[in-house]
């Protein structure tokens, strides 16, 4: 306890010469993302050492192909969820951005990119709508996405069956402007003689610029304030709803770059896409030291997650195992970091020095 | 700035939760508000801070009769709050929340980390407050260094009003007298403070005006000079109730 005077004079000694005993391990012990860092570690020196191939070059850009776009879904909940909100509907959403996407491109002749403005719209008006019925009706965001996931999912079921008498749209790459958009969004670029999906480029440009907005920002400051108490965040004059709304259209904006990208990627879009992700990118947030109960978290973290994901998705495959084992890992994983997290989190708090 | 009501009244659908109560804070004074649980305090504070808006009688800025919609605006004017419960977020750093809501910005609003790290350090230590790393989450902190940056705050970022609901009542001796320490020094520096509590011993000590509230109605507002400790329990206790229990007591 520092108040060692009570009543009397309180010493203020030279900040320096306390801080040099706050300990470097209990800072990095502190820090959200350890857990995640440590079980990739754990997950790569597993798979690496029992198949050669999932430590070459060709296969480490193989499974930082599905790292990378649950690692953009990941690090865009992961915000969400340091400011405190869930959103089930974000899984659903990439479906309804990619169905847009290729049914006004190829029914109603529209252009790649504005058939991926209108899809952009859509997401937005999504993401606005949850963020506003949250903050409105001050209902548990976890109820309310549940709602525009049952709903979204109905939408893109039953309109995709109208249009098409089928549960697919196809048919991307006779659009115009689909060589462009493809190459931008679902390509894949050569690195020293291996091909990477430029998608990774994406989640790790996407990863740099939410962790510069948490850390160095001002929003950053709102987004773990309002997630922290956001209550006390408004009584200091944050725009705690603003704050939310922003974080919901910014998780619908991901849901759009990602639905377009597969879009681009397979030229079709099945209409019952995208459905029970939204656990797996909550997933892997918690997995990166997200709190579930918001102000607490990282987007490195939510990213290294998602690499998590990845390697175990492809590994698997890579040893000749069967898929089911995935699901396991994955409970297996969730279980061992929201405990590791836990322990951390404990420390954090009680150890006053 | 001056800060006054006259007559102000507040009102829960049936619960008429406040009632006629002016008061007055003036720069460089400590105007306490007392009463027991219940007694509207709170909710007193909360028209103050913008928190709620008033449904009778009037609040004056500098004689200006106003209306406030938000904490925000209460902010800007230069009323600062700091609520019982809602004073930091604890997962977050001592200098974030020192700064946040009013966070130093370079272009692209960039948050300028190194200057609220090194303004939140000097103005602690200004203050006389003894926190060691201010990277610290503040939930590490004790309930008393809690208050006592929230008041630092407020202090720094140019209130000119500080009303404080009951920053004492979860402190023991020592913590109490360390936040009542801040008060004076707040004060020192020009600022009206608004200080709520329940004990007439932390109120005496600092204030200058007393209020006393009792089921939402005022029971008077009085300046130091005029009621003494020992009147200003009696009343808060509602005099004649104290007695009666100090009878039956002593009857048992
Ligand atoms: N939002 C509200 N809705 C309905 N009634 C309320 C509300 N806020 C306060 N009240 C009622 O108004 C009255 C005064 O409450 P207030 O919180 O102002 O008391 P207080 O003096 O701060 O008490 P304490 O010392 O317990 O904090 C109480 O009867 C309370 O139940
Ligand atoms: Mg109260």
Redo the contacts with the bound molecule.
């Keep these: 306890m520092a108040w060692r005077g009570g009543f009397a004079v309180t010493v203020a000694a030279p900040a320096d010469e306390r801080l040099a005993r706050a300990g470097v391990l209990r800072r990095l012990l502190i820090r959200p993302e350890l857990g995640a860092v440590v079980g990739a570690l754990v997950v790569f020196a597993f798979f690496a050492t029992q198949s050669p191939v999932f430590r070459s070059v060709d296969g480490v850009a193989n499974w930082l192909d599905p790292a990378a776009t649950l690692g953009i879904m990941a690090v865009a909940v992961a915000l969400l969820m340091i400011g405190g909100e869930f959103d089930l509907s974000a899984g659903v959403l990439t479906g309804t951005s990619g169905l847009v996407l290729v049914t006004l491109a190829t029914r109603y002749g529209l252009n790649v990119w504005l058939a991926m403005a209108a899809g952009l719209v859509v997401a937005l008006a999504v993401g606005l709508v949850n963020g506003l019925v949250v903050t409105r009706t001050r209902l548990p965001s976890f109820i309310v996405t549940l709602g525009t996931f049952l709903m979204l999912q109905g939408v893109n079921l039953g309109v995709t069956k109208a249009l098409t008498g089928t549960v697919q749209v196809s048919g991307l790459a006779r659009a115009d402007g689909y060589e462009v958009a493809r190459a931008i969004f679902g390509g894949t670029i050569v690195i020293g003689g291996t091909p990477f999906r430029v998608a990774i480029l994406w989640w790790i440009g996407l990863t740099v610029l939410a962790t510069w907005v948490l850390m160095r920002t001002r929003a950053g400051n709102w987004i773990f304030a309002v997630g922290g108490n956001d209550q006390a965040a408004r009584a200091v004059g944050v725009p705690a709803a603003r704050v939310k709304i922003g974080l919901f259209m910014t998780t619908a904006v991901a849901a759009w770059l990602v639905g377009s990208m597969m879009a681009l990627r397979y030229t079709s879009v099945q209409a019952n896409i995208g459905i029970g992700q939204e656990f797996i990118y909550i997933i892997a947030a918690v997995i990166g030291g997200c709190l579930l109960t918001g102000g607490y978290g990282s987007a490195i973290g939510a990213a290294i997650g998602a690499v998590i994901f990845g390697m175990a998705d492809k590994g698997i495959v890579f040893l000749g195992w069967d898929a089911d084992w995935f699901k396991f890992f994955l409970g297996a994983m969730l279980l061992l970091a929201t405990l590791a997290n836990r322990l951390v989190r404990r420390y954090a708090e009680q150890v006053r020095h | 700035m001056i800060l006054e009501t006259r007559e102000i009244g507040k009102s829960?659908?049936s619960?008429l939760?406040?009632r006629g109560v002016s008061m007055r804070v003036e720069p460089g004074s400590v105007t306490c508000v007392l009463?027991?649980?219940?007694?509207?305090?709170?909710?007193?504070i909360?028209i103050l801070s913008g928190v709620h808006r008033h449904d009778s009688g009037e609040y004056l800025l500098d004689g200006v009769p106003t209306v406030l919609d938000s904490p925000r605006q209460a902010l800007d004017l230069g009323i600062a709050t700091v609520f019982?419960d809602l004073a930091m977020i604890p997962l977050m750093s001592v200098w974030r929340n020192f700064f946040l809501g009013s966070e130093p910005r370079r272009s692209l609003g960039r948050f300028d980390v190194a200057a609220a790290r090194r303004i939140a350090r000097e103005e602690l230590r200004a203050m006389g407050i003894d926190i060691r790393d201010v990277d610290q989450p503040v939930g590490t902190l004790s309930g008393g260094e809690r208050q006592s940056v929230a008041i630092a705050r407020a202090v720094y970022l140019g209130a000119k009003i500080l009303i404080l609901?009951?920053p004492t009542s979860a402190l023991g001796v020592k913590q109490a007298g360390v936040v009542l320490r801040y008060i004076v020094r707040a004060r020192q520096r020009g600022l009206g403070v608004v200080f709520?509590t329940?004990n007439p011993h932390h109120a005496y000590p600092v204030g200058d005006r007393f209020l006393l509230?009792n089921r939402?109605v005022s029971l008077g507002e009085y300046a130091k000079e005029e009621i003494a400790l020992q009147e200003l329990t009696t009343l808060m206790a509602g005099g004649a109730e104290l007695e009666q229990l100090e009878h039956e007591l002593r009857s048992q």
């Design positions: 829960f659908g619960v939760a406040l009463g027991d649980n219940g007694a509207g305090k709170s909710t007193l909360k019982q609901d009951e709520i329940h509230l939402g």
